[in-house]
Each structure stands twice: as C-alpha cells, then as structure tokens.
C-alpha cells in the first residue's frame, strides 16, 4: 500500500541546555541566526510555514522561487531562512522582510536576497513518510537530495552536520554574528514533529556591565518592573541597549525607592527607548529617566543591531565601577566564521564537517 504523503507537519523543537551532550548517537550541526521554516513542495504549489505554523511565502518569495525552480515535484525540508550582508549573518535585514506591502517585500528581497539553510529531508517521491526513519536515514537521504537536486552556489544551501565533538565545540565557539549557539539532534530517533525530546540546543552566554539610564514600573504595581540599560558610545552619548527585568520581589520595594531619589531627565543622552508601537501597552512605553549613576551587571545570549536581543538576566550591581567604563565596546566580539566558510563544502559532502585547524 502506497504511503500517504504529508500536507503538514509540527516543526521538531530544541530544549535549552547548559552542556554539549556527547556520545555515538548525537549528531551537531550550527544553530543559524535566522527563521525557522518548513518549506512544502507538491508540483507547482510551494509553501512555506513558520515553526509556529504561520505562512512565511508572501515574506519571502526569493525562497518560494528557489524552491519552485528544485527539478523534483514532491517534498518536505526543514531549515532556517537567513540573509546574508557582507558574508555575515543579519537578523535585522531579516526582520525587515515582515512588512505589510508586497512592494517592499520585492524590492528588499531584490537588494538583500534570502537563502535557505536546509538541515532535514521529512519526505521526498521515493520516501513519502521519510520523517518516520531515524535522523541516520533521513541525513544521508538528505545529502543525496542536495547533491542531485541542489544547485551549486544557489539560495538553497545544505548545513554541515557532525558526529565529531571538536568540531562542535569549535562550532559553538564560533558562536557571533553567524552562528547562534549549537544544535545536537539523536540520530537514532524519528523526526519528533512538536516535542523536544530528541533535540537539543546551547546557546554561549556572556555578560555586561550597563548603566542604568531609566526604569519601568510593574504593570498595576508601583514598584519597578524592569530596568533600562544604557551604554556609552565613543562620543560620550548614553545610548539604550535593552532592559533587564529578572529582579527578586523582595528587592523591588527598597530598589523602587533608592530609583525614586535619582529621577532626572533626560536618562539617555544618544538612543533612547523607543515609544508606543502596536505591539507595546501604554505602560511599556512609559519610563523613568534616571541620572547615570548605578551600574549593573547583566547576562545576555545575543547582540543584534548594538542592542540585546533579548531580555538579560540580573547577575549583580557593581557599585565598585564608574559608568564611565561601561562603553559599547562590551558588544564588539569577534566576528565569527563567515558564512560561505562554513557552507563551503558541495552538496552531500558534509556528514563530515571540516575540522577546526590545530594551534602551531
């Protein structure tokens, strides 16, 4: 009996953990600074879906294209759409593609073109319910695709994969501008379409120190909700990079107060935070300015655009340091491996990535 090919499938999910799992049934691979997307191929219909289920094609025609032009007429890849600006990863440029006019879409994917980083094969002519077998099948399937279906130097692109530790551990240590942490996946398990348990994720997390420059109150609570973190430039301007909101609420009530006695405007002297938009409440566009005086310690796991991306974690104050010292020069890292460096090889030739150089 014939096996029925999937229309749609849950997008396998990573949990966060601390350390590199080792052993014979762990496979690496980058974890790319991008969006996640199934894409579907079923004669001229391509669709592309997000890993919450949302439609993605009308953002990204480029990749509805290259998938389209792929001479094969049925299957199902798992990847993440990036877009590339000087051999770098940019999740900024990759944001601006959710716009609202197919005219902007077109003219930004014109300047700015999309690739599509494919880690997983789920179903393909000769192998309908592929996303069934151990991700062992699945790879080499996956390699042989690319190998024949993939054109060289094109927008689809095959992500290196490896059962090597120290090609990982250099993977994650590469961890920048391209590569957003590391991912581990069981060879020996099917694809777990929506659960966690056969895939992992590590991502490398550095920290700050920030000046204050303002704070929120809590929503409903005259007591501080997050803090706003400033860092100065190297023009002496106090520009805001992101917010800390991970304070114990014991501590608020005396911190809201100790805040109190150092409200002065104008907080931020160069970027300040932003106003009300669409996605904000009035109360999350509301801030206290504050003179440039405390200085805290944060934990933070990406840099996009001078700005954290994400909310940090409070890790201590730092009353023994001058805000001065606290300069943009804390997010400048090292720029990590460039991305056609690390997609270097041909399709079907990376179940065994290159290994990092040895030290002289």
Not at 243 to 265: H, I, M, N, Q, R
Request: net charge positive; with cysteine.
């Amino acid at each position: 009996m014939r096996q029925a090919f999937p229309k749609t499938l849950e997008a396998m999910e990573a949990e966060s953990v601390d350390e590199i799992p080792v052993g014979p049934e762990w496979q690496y691979e980058p974890k790319w600074d991008g969006f996640r997307c199934l894409a579907y191929r079923n004669g001229n219909d391509v669709d592309l879906r997000s890993k919450s289920g949302q439609p993605l094609a009308r953002y990204f025609p480029d990749i509805v294209n290259a998938v389209a032009q792929v001479d094969c007429g049925r299957f199902i890849l798992d990847g993440e759409i990036v877009i590339q600006v000087n051999g770098h990863l940019s999740f900024d440029d990759l944001q601006l593609r959710l716009h609202p006019a197919e005219s902007r879409v077109r003219k930004l994917a014109a300047a700015t073109p999309a690739q599509f980083i494919v880690f997983d094969l789920l179903a393909a002519p000769e192998a309908p319910a592929l996303h069934e077998q151990p991700l062992a099948e699945r790879r080499a399937a996956l390699d042989a695709f690319a190998a024949g279906h993939f054109p060289p130097g094109g927008s689809l692109r095959l992500s290196p994969a490896t059962s090597e530790i120290a090609t990982a551990k250099h993977w994650f240590g590469e961890a920048g501008t391209s590569l957003d942490g590391l991912i581990a996946k069981r060879t020996d398990l099917p694809y777990r379409a929506g659960k966690r348990d056969g895939m992992v994720k590590i991502k490398p997390y550095r920290t700050a120190d920030c000046v204050i420059g303002g704070f929120r109150f809590a929503e409903k609570k005259r007591v501080v909700g997050s803090l706003l973190l400033g860092l100065y430039d190297s023009e002496g301007r106090l520009n805001h990079v992101g917010f800390c909101s991970g304070l114990k609420a014991k501590d608020k009530p005396a911190l809201t107060k100790k805040l109190g006695k150092l409200v002065e405007p104008p907080g931020f002297t160069g970027r300040a935070p932003g106003g009300p938009s669409r996605w904000s409440t009035k109360r999350s566009s509301e801030w206290q300015p504050l003179r440039p005086e405390l200085v805290v310690e944060v934990s933070f796991d990406h840099v996009s655009g001078e700005r954290f991306r994400h909310g940090t974690g409070f890790v201590r104050w730092r009353p023994e340091k001058a805000p001065s010292q606290c300069t943009m020069e804390q997010l400048h890292q090292h720029r990590s491996e460039s991305l056609a460096r690390l997609l270097d090889t041909q399709p079907g030739k990376t179940a065994k990535a290159r290994k990092p150089r040895s030290k002289p």
